[in-house]
T-cell receptor, first 112, second 110 residues
């Protein structure tokens, strides 16, 4: 099993550009999550999903959108990128509970 | 008052030392308590989780939860250089969402 995979690993965006961060898991997990981690800070939840077709906002959803059309994939869309979205983004998944989450390797995003 | 407080360190100890990492919290609804380890430029990995109060041991790692004091701890016995990482506490209160501490950076010196 590959676990949770994220692409791309690194990306530099210009202000106002858009992009999609990809996340895929092959563990047949129901729950999936997107977090951002800023230097010296903990992980902040952006969006989460408890199953295909079901998504909900986390703590810091502004400027982001998600969709969950399959169990495996949970892409995160950034519209109109801003410097405040410079961060490391982690995708995570868990089977039936939120407290055994498996994390991907992260995407380092810089907006300039 | 922040929901979860964690001393960011850094904490530097010699190899073989017993390490104590701690978090305090304010939300009484938290029932599940987790410790994640994050190596530099990697994703967090779950070390262990505990439900409600009590202790849980896994090899050299012991997690303790004291709900009456809203205080959780992770102890690492016989610490090794490979334990050098950032340790994140996290908590869940029944709404599918985890609240993380900011993490403590630990260095174990050979």
């Amino acid at each position: 099993n590959a676990g949770v995979t994220q692409t791309p690993k690194f990306r530099i965006l210009k202000i106002g550009q858009s992009m999609t961060l990809q996340c895929t898991q092959d563990m047949n997990h129901n729950y999936m999550y997107w977090y951002r981690q800023d230097p010296g800070m903990g992980l902040k939840l952006i969006y989460y999903s408890v199953g295909a077709g079901i998504t909900d906002k986390g703590e810091v959803p502004n400027g982001y959108n998600v969709s969950r059309s399959t169990t495996e994939d949970f892409p995160l869309r950034l519209e109109l990128a801003a410097p405040s979205q410079t961060s490391v983004y982690f995708c995570a998944s868990s089977y039936e509970t939120p407290y055994e989450q498996y994390f991907g390797p992260g995407t380092r995003l810089t907006v300039t | 008052q922040k929901e979860v407080e964690q001393d960011p360190g850094p904490l530097s100890v010699p190899e073989g030392a017993i390490v104590s990492l701690n978090c305090t919290y304010s939300n009484s609804a938290f029932q599940y308590f987790m410790w994640y380890r994050q190596y530099s430029r990697k994703g967090p990995e779950l070390l262990m989780y505990t439900y409600s109060s009590g202790n849980k041991e896994d090899g050299r790692f012991t997690a303790q939860v004291d709900k009456s004091s809203k205080y959780i701890s992770l102890f690492i016995r016989d610490s090794q250089p490979s334990d050098s990482a950032t340790y994140l506490c996290a908590m869940e209160g029944g709404n599918y969402k985890l609240t993380f501490g900011k993490g403590t950076l630990l260095t174990v010196n050979p």
